[in-house]
């Protein structure tokens, strides 16, 4: 048996979260079109007939001087260095090169594999001249072209991240595909509806905070949540309910639906909004709310 953890890194939006779920077949890690939806390391667990491959996927890499991008940045050094392995992607369609090539200086010393990734997108002739530059600037051993959406290329991927693996026993049991409790589930999926319904800044200005779960019982089998959607600003907090109630609500069912297929059970969801001004920018608040850990 091989075990081994795989770090999955790249800049935000290069599809990390999406190949993820795609690899376990599971709507693990949440997915937008907007970057930096991931804040957290992300645990994926994969058990496959000779091995047991751990994903780490992690917060997109970037430069900020505010306190919730800082503590991002710490989670993704965190998982560089838990890591044995790293699958560096890239978006040959929205790369910033220095940036890409800073980060990927990073993890040079560890087995690792480059991925190409949204290869579907591209006329053969311009992959191969953008996975030229990469590997000759690079001076990369293994670059592999992808589609995590269209599932191209993600056979090899797992082959040749498993040849890396070395001997061991399965760290977590093999019936599972993660090890997030279902409370952080539940809140990343509500998350999910808020970068999806808001524009602008207000998704990244918004975390969840759960105030009450409970599971369901003999006689009432319903999971019932309230969970507070916490903006910084009065303005914000307006646009998140929406005229007469209705974009809240909107996010709220379509979350309920999602969290029906995770728990199993009919969900009754209460949704608030508060306001904590610039807790994003405020370490203590970042810490207090357990918004990364």
């Known amino acids: 048996m091989k075990f081994g953890t795989v770090a999955l890194l790249g800049e935000p939006n290069v599809g ?20 930096q939806t991931t804040r957290n390391r992300i645990v994926g667990i994969l058990n496959r007939p000779e091995s047991q491959i751990v994903f780490l996927d992690s917060p997109g890499f970037h430069v900020s001087s505010q306190a919730l991008s800082q503590s991002m940045m710490s989670v ?17 369609w929205n790369i910033d090169s ?16 480059v991925a190409l990734n949204k290869g579907d997108l591209l006329q053969k002739k ?26 191209i290329g993600i056979g090899e991927l797992l082959q040749t991240l498993e ?3 070395t001997e061991g026993e399965p760290m977590f049991p093999t019936d599972i595909y993660t090890q997030h409790p279902v409370r952080f589930l539940v809140s990343e999926i509500i ?13 990244y200005a918004t975390l969840v905070h759960l105030e009450e779960f409970q599971e369901p019982t003999e006689k009432q ?3 019932k949540i309230k969970a507070t959607i916490v903006v910084e600003k009065e303005a914000q907090k307006k ?55």
Not at 17 to 26: A, F, R, Y
Not at 143 to 151: E, R
Not at 195 to 203: A, C, G, S, Y
């Open 16 to 35: 990390k979260s999406t190949l993820l779920n795609h690899i376990l077949g599971e709507s693990l890690a949440i997915v937008t079109p907007k970057p």
């Open 76 to 92: 993704l050094h965190q998982v560089i260095e838990d890591a044995d392995i790293v699958c560096f992607l890239v978006d040959p």
């Open 98 to 113: 220095a940036r890409s090539e800073q980060l990927y200086r990073k993890i040079a010393h560890k087995p690792h594999v």
């Open 126 to 151: 311009d992959l191969d001249r953008f996975a030229k530059k990469i590997h000759d600037e690079w001076k990369v051993k293994e670059l592999l072209v992808i589609s995590a959406l269209k599932n």
């Open 163 to 165: 040849s890396f693996l």
């Open 191 to 203: 998350r999910e509806q808020v970068f999806l319904q808001m524009h602008q800044e207000i998704p």
């Open 221 to 223: 089998n319903i999971t």
């Open 239 to 293: 646009m998140v309910i929406g005229k007469g109630g209705e974009r809240i609500k909107n996010i709220g069912t379509l979350a309920r639906k999602r969290i029906e297929e995770l728990v199993e059970t009919k969900v009754f969801l209460d949704l608030f909004v508060q306001v904590d001004e610039g807790w994003t920018k405020n370490s203590k608040k970042i810490e207090d709310f357990g918004v990364i850990f």
